[in-house]
């Protein structure tokens, strides 16, 4: 059986410059084609699943978050209006009837 020469095999090896990409190419090509398919295939369905998550997640942060928001939003604007009416209430009767009313006021409430 006779070898075939070609012109790299009269270049040294010190003198060759492969990239990883070309690296990884080579090494690619000593694997069986159905083995190089099954990977192949593996990834796409991989990245397929992971894009799949990422966009459902996506979609249920948005639904969770605005729905959290419509629904405590309203509680929340109340609650505020009512600690300052609570708050203006006892600003007119410490103007009224002085510190200690306001004092005895928040005492008994």
Do not use: C, N
Request: zero cysteines; proline letters at 4%; glycine letters at 4%.
């Amino acid at each position: 059986m006779a070898l075939v020469r070609d012109d790299f095999d009269d270049i040294p090896d010190s003198e060759i410059h492969e990239t990883i990409v070309e690296r990884i190419e080579g090494l690619g090509e000593m694997f069986p084609d159905a083995l190089r398919s099954a990977v192949h295939s593996t990834v796409d369905w991989s990245i397929w699943g992971v894009k799949g998550v990422f966009s459902l997640t996506k979609s249920t942060i948005w639904v969770v978050s605005t729905t959290s928001l419509i629904a405590f939003l309203p509680y929340i604007i109340e609650k505020e209006r009512s600690d300052l009416e609570k708050t203006q209430v006892a600003q007119q009767r410490q103007m009224l009837l002085g510190p200690s009313a306001a004092i005895q006021q928040a005492k008994t409430a």
